[in-house]
Nanobody
Framework: EAQLVESGGDSVQNGGSLGLSCEAS????????LGWFRQGPGKEREAVAS???????DYGDSVTGRFTVSKDNAKPIMYLQMSNLKPEDSAIYYC??????????????????WGQGIHVTVSS
């Protein structure tokens, strides 16, 4: 069973940058996708970015060009580098795993394993 632990959440100013990490364990097999999702106050959970075992990526429309997802295959550990942050990026950020995926996925329902979430606050 996969387990995911996020780290790196913090409070930053509008226009600032922040990096998140997600350490994954129990990832078996050579096909999987890891994803970042977020949920702001009063909002539905939203896809942020995804990366598959081969390193292919996909991004949500609201973060394209500002966020970059990457991973270290050793664990694996997934990273999210966020730049030009805006107050509307404030949310709880979750990482998730989709075992058996051949491609990156931004579909929440395809992910079976989730981290506990971490807070990101962007002040104006």
């Amino acid at each position: 069973e996969a387990q995911l632990v996020e780290s790196g959440g913090d409070s930053v100013q509008n226009g600032g940058s922040l990096g998140l990490s997600c350490e994954a364990s129990g990832i078996t097999g050579s096909t999987y996708a890891l994803g970042w999702f977020r949920q702001g106050p009063g909002k539905e959970r939203e896809a942020v970015a995804s990366i598959n075992a081969d390193g292919s990526t996909d991004y949500g429309d609201s973060v394209t060009g500002r966020f970059t997802v990457s991973k270290d295959n050793a664990k694996p550990i997934m990273y999210l580098q966020m730049s030009n942050l805006k107050p509307e990026d404030s949310a709880i950020y979750y990482c998730a795993a989709f075992l058996g995926a051949r491609y990156p996925s931004l579909l929440t329902y395809e992910y079976s394993y989730w981290g506990q979430g971490i807070h990101v606050t962007v002040s104006s």
